[in-house]
């Protein structure tokens, strides 16, 4: 089993709508937790970082974190097709690795 | 642009020759990092460094494999005698001095490896 879970996708959906992107994992010493989005033969670009349980909102992007189900999630409002990439969670304990999900392949379409 | 930037973005080789990649990090971000990543799938850590000290290795580092960040500033992944399994997107990150630990990894384009 791999420490951190998430569904492959594709997730397709119309503009304008609600995108729901989630992740599971294993290790209970994952401290703090990050979205990242990832072009076409681009690197993952920073989306979202938190540390702690709760939402955290940046324009468009919420982030939830559940440490107690082990679950983090991000939501992306008013999608536009600009938005059609991988979107990869990652997550870290105590040292300085990040451990990835395998990412979800999200198409808005127009 | 003041992100992290990576060369070759393409290599291409033959399987047994050996290959460098260069990394330059954001300006005053201590921490660097090489991650490996195959398509479909997430990156994979290979290894970390403070300034100039290697801090932790992957076993996924194979004895092919080696890393260096003279200086602290730029660095490099060499793979000795390359094998078909070594085509991989070759990523490298940097994050900055953080209190308290961790900092959020910012990553460079990577370099895509073909081995023919």
């Known amino acids: 089993q791999k420490e951190v879970e998430q569904d492959p996708g594709p997730l397709s959906v119309p503009e304008g709508a609600i995108v729901s992107l989630n992740c599971t994992y294993s290790n209970s010493a994952f401290q703090y937790f990050m979205w990242y989005r990832q072009y076409s033969r681009k690197g993952p670009e920073l989306l979202m970082y938190t540390y702690s349980s709760g939402n955290k909102e940046d324009g468009r992007f919420t982030a939830q974190v559940d440490k107690s189900s082990k679950y983090i999630s991000l939501f992306i409002r008013d999608s536009q097709p600009s938005d059609s990439a991988t979107y990869l969670c990652?997550?870290?304990?105590?040292?300085?690795?990040?451990?990835f999900g395998g990412g979800t392949r999200v198409l808005v379409k127009p | 642009d003041t992100g992290v930037s990576q060369d070759p973005r393409h290599k291409i080789t033959k399987r047994g020759q050996n290959v460098t990649f260069r990394c330059d990090p954001i300006?005053?971000?201590?921490?660097l990092y090489w991650y490996r990543q195959t398509l479909g799938q997430g990156p994979e850590f290979l290894t970390y460094f403070q300034n100039e000290a290697q801090l932790e290795k992957s076993r996924l580092l194979s004895d092919r494999f080696s890393a260096e960040r003279p200086k602290g500033s730029f660095s490099t992944l060499e793979i000795q005698r390359t094998e078909q399994g070594d085509s991989a997107m070759y990523l490298c990150?940097?994050?900055?001095?953080?209190?308290?630990?961790?900092?959020?990894?910012?990553f460079g384009d990577g370099t895509r490896l073909s081995i023919l």
């Open positions: 990150a940097s994050s900055p001095r953080g209190l308290g630990g961790n900092q959020p990894q910012h």
């Open positions: 300006s005053e971000h201590n921490h």
């Open positions: 990652a997550m870290g304990a105590a040292g300085n690795k990040l451990t």
